[in-house]
């Protein structure tokens, strides 16, 4: 079983090469907004204090997102090669424009978003979509939050499941959540994270964080997991 | 622009139909469709009547099969092939992999991309262009700048937008889960909530009116085809939705300022709002 962590690029820069070593992979950047995808730089730092695998996460994306996600993968990848980086993606023009710039070499794994698709209604692993993603984009892991997806299967799957807790996500927005706009990014959540209460919330509180909305998860095991994914999460506001 | 408008019933498609509406739409029992499964219709010959009827009028009606779920893959496709038969001009999609089940079994029905496949740039739309869609249905939650590239696509693909003005959740819709399941317990619409955290209360951000009526403008000016009514299970208010759309671009066509237009749009927004109070129902879900 891998251990990851996942990190916006700000936790990134502070965490200590000593803090990552126990880790087999480090995501950077968010599955929820795309302006915390990470820079070049970002990366590159993160790279030079940390040796194992780096995923960088993305979210929906506009034009201008798509082609710095496009630009950061590229460089990821010629940089510190295929074996090293992965993609977490979470839109299909991305993941359309990664198997024809890097012809199917790039390691990506379904977003939570993506993921989120299946959830809906259903609450099922939808094997023709996964299958589909697989067949066209050469898909092989699914990023998932909610044991939900997993109840039902038994460990004849072919793809591995990255399982991440504390935080499942609830919901997502393209709002910043301090300002009431987007998607203009001033970085005004600084990597806070909002502990919500409301009468209503018999199951406790959510969480804001990422312009995304989400429960606490306990870890969960299951065959088909072969990386849990670690966010930092205290819940407070910092 | 023109209009669409998610239907219910006949007597539903009637009224819209004799008020202008140029396209119908509505969900198939047999089929998965987002939310207000209630008023989706059960018999293929109901469909087929709202369909001649709209046909009658010029206008035209579509099915939506915007949810994934494996196990109606098969009724999916029988049922695609009863509904054209019937007269049902195009299939409102999600998911990639129907669009290949489609293709295989030969469903030709014409293609419309839903808002829930997400196409926030022009390379979803173009990887989606691959998969037969004639149309695209836009995300709430992107602006017409930021839609530049798909509104002007060199595929000839047509866009449709929702009724901003009244039409726009503050998380992204299809990725919110605070309807349903996981807090069983919550009552719909937990986004227009107050939270309390340690440093006050909190509200999920919320655009005005104003803010609304611009995009609104923007989408308009930037040459969106299409203005979609969604399919809420509240007819009075889809009523009331539709007499207030076809207001607003009535005035667009007007060619206002976008400060006129603001300005303006407000003061019908206010002068309808006690009639969106009075038919409001709490807990409804939209579709």
């Known amino acids: 079983m891998e251990k990851a962590l996942s990190l916006t690029p700000g936790q990134a820069a502070k965490a200590s090469s000593s803090s990552l070593k126990r880790f087999d992979a480090v995501y950077i950047g968010s599955e929820t907004c795309q302006n915390l995808l990470a820079s070049r730089a970002d990366v590159d730092a993160l790279a030079a204090k940390f040796k194992g695998t780096i995923v960088l996460s993305t979210a929906l994306l506009d034009e201008a997102a798509l082609e710095s996600a496009l630009s950061l993968a590229g460089h990821a990848a010629r940089k510190f090669g295929y074996d090293r980086i992965e993609v977490a993606v979470n839109d299909y023009g991305f993941l359309s424009e990664l198997k024809r710039e890097h012809k ?13 698709n299946i959830l809906g209604v259903w609450r099922q692993i939808d094997t023709p979509y996964l299958t589909y993603l697989s067949e066209n984009f050469g898909v092989a892991a699914l990023e998932a939050d909610n044991p939900f997806y997993l109840y039902k299967r038994g460990p004849e799957s072919p793809f591995a499941v990255h399982f991440h807790t504390p935080l499942r996500l609830l919901a997502t927005t393209r709002y910043c959540a301090y ?5 203009a990014c001033g970085r005004l959540c600084r990597d806070r994270q909002l502990k919500l209460k409301n009468t209503q919330l018999k199951g406790g509180f959510i969480v804001s964080f990422n312009n995304g909305y989400y429960m606490r998860e306990k ?8 990386r849990t994914v670690h966010t930092p999460a205290d819940g407070k506001s910092s | 622009m023109r209009t669409t408008v998610g239907i219910s019933t006949l007597a539903e498609a009637r009224h819209f139909l004799e008020r202008g509406a140029d396209e119908l739409y ?7 469709s987002h939310r207000a499964s209630a008023g989706s219709f059960r018999t293929v010959a109901e469909v087929g009547a709202i369909a001649s009827l709209a046909h009658r009028r010029g206008a035209k009606l579509f099915v939506a099969v915007n949810e994934i779920n494996t196990n109606l893959n098969s009724a999916i496709v029988k049922s695609l092939r009863s509904l054209e038969a019937a007269g049902v001009d195009a299939v409102i999609l999600r998911d990639p992999a129907l669009f290949s089940i489609l293709d295989a079994e030969g469903v030709k029905m014409t293609r419309i991309l839903s808002s829930l496949a997400f196409a926030f740039n022009s390379k979803t739309l173009e990887y989606f262009h691959g998969l037969g869609i004639k149309r695209v249905t836009l995300p709430q939650q992107i602006t017409a700048a930021e839609a530049k590239a798909i509104i002007k696509n060199p595929y000839g693909i047509e866009t449709e937008i929702f009724f901003i003005p009244r039409d726009f959740c503050s998380n992204i819709d299809g990725l919110c889960f605070f ?8 009552p719909h619409f937990l986004c227009r909530n107050t939270f309390s955290t340690p440093n006050g209360d909190y509200r999920m951000p919320q655009l005005d009116a104003e803010t609304l009526l611009g995009m609104l403008y923007d989408y308009h000016k930037a040459g969106a085809h299409y203005l979609k009514i969604s399919r809420t299970e509240n007819f009075p208010e889809r009523m009331i939705m539709f007499k207030e759309a ?5 005035m667009l066509e007007k060619k206002p300022s976008r400060a006129a237009f603001t300005a303006k749009g407000g003061e019908i927004m206010r002068r309808l709002a006690g009639l969106y109070e009075t038919y409001s129902t709490p807990g409804e879900n939209k579709g």
């Not at chain 1, 870890?219 to 072969?226: D, G, I, K, M, N």
């Not at chain 2, 509505?26 to 998965?32: D, E, K, Q, S, V």
């Open chain 2, 26 to 32: 509505c969900g198939f029992a047999a089929m998965p």
């Open chain 1, 104 to 116: 199917g070499r790039m390691k990506v794994s379904a977003g939570r978003l993506m993921m989120l």
């Open chain 1, 179 to 183: 300002s009431d706009k987007f998607p």
């Open chain 1, 219 to 226: 870890p969960f095991s299951h065959p088909l997991v072969t």
């Open chain 2, 179 to 186: 309807t349903k399941h996981e807090y069983g317990c919550v």
């Open chain 2, 246 to 250: 076809r207001l607003l671009l009535d």
